[in-house]
């Protein structure tokens, strides 16, 4: 069976710590064409916050996901279409590498592995709450981080490789690399997308390309555009391939 991610293009990642734009309700952002909605945020989560986005966006078309930055923010609820799990590559603290998972696995009795996904995320903005919160050494260079994507998948096992730019725009010859390092292996691409271009541009290397704050800061029209250009960038035939 494909993977449940292999024909996305584009995902939409709700913060729960935040709010939808005045007047705009989660069916609005289910009805952007989005493919799937992860749910999930560094800071300010809790498990009540989670758990009335999960119950808000589980009723509509679009599979729904949950993406635990600690053990406390998962919830089990019916809907829920499964669970995408980071593992911090360049974390600066092992504990997001492999400890916050030993902490769920050892918690958490109603683990569902069957819907259980690894993300191996690679975080690349500084600035960003998850570079902070992770410790993660961002000065990698563009071949470090394809040598990361290519240990993820053949050493590791990802199927999942998570270039994360939460906040900024990143380099698009880094997402190339990395996808270029993989054979099977996705690669997710996340940050700073924020009109029909930059999904555009970063769909030509990503197989997906996620969205965060724009939903929150911009509302559905922005988000609609993102998904016509991820969308777009898969339709069009790349050069040289
Ligand atoms: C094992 C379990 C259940 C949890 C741990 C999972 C791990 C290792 C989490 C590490 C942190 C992480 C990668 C969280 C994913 C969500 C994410 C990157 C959100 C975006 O964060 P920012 O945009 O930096 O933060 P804010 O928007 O909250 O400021
Ligand atoms: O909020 P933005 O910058 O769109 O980033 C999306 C996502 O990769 C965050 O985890
Ligand atoms: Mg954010």
């Known amino acids: 069976m494909s993977a449940p991610w292999a024909a996305w293009d584009h995902i939409v990642k709700i913060d729960p710590d935040k709010t939808l734009v005045e007047g705009e309700t989660?069916?609005?952002?289910?009805?952007?064409?989005?493919?799937?909605?992860?749910?999930?945020?560094t800071t300010g989560m809790t498990e009540e916050k989670m758990a009335r986005v999960v119950e808000a966006t589980t009723a509509y078309d679009v599979p729904v996901y949950i993406e635990p930055s600690n053990v406390g923010s998962v919830v089990h609820r019916d809907g829920l279409d499964g669970y995408f799990v980071p593992i911090v590559l360049n974390a600066g603290d092992p504990f997001w590498v492999t400890g916050a998972h030993k902490e769920w696995a050892r918690l958490d009795s109603e683990i569902d592995w069957e819907a259980t996904f690894p993300e191996a995320y690679i975080v690349l903005n500084p600035d960003s709450s998850v570079a902070t919160y992770t410790e993660a050494d961002c000065n990698l260079d563009v071949d470090e981080v394809a040598a990361y994507a290519e240990v993820a998948e053949q050493m590791l096992g990802q199927r999942i490789i998570y270039i994360e730019y939460s906040g900024t725009f990143g380099d698009p010859d880094v997402v190339r690399a990395a996808a270029d390092a993989v054979e099977d292996a996705a690669t997710f691409y996340g940050g700073g997308v924020d009109d029909y271009e930059s999904a555009y541009e970063m769909g030509r290397h990503a197989d997906t390309v996620i969205v965060g704050d724009l939903v929150h800061d911009e509302g559905v029209e922005a988000v609609e555009e993102t998904v016509a250009g991820a969308k777009d960038a898969k339709s069009e035939p790349i050069e040289g391939v």
């Open 26 to 41: 989660f069916e609005d952002v289910c009805a952007t064409g989005t493919d799937a909605l992860e749910i999930g945020g």
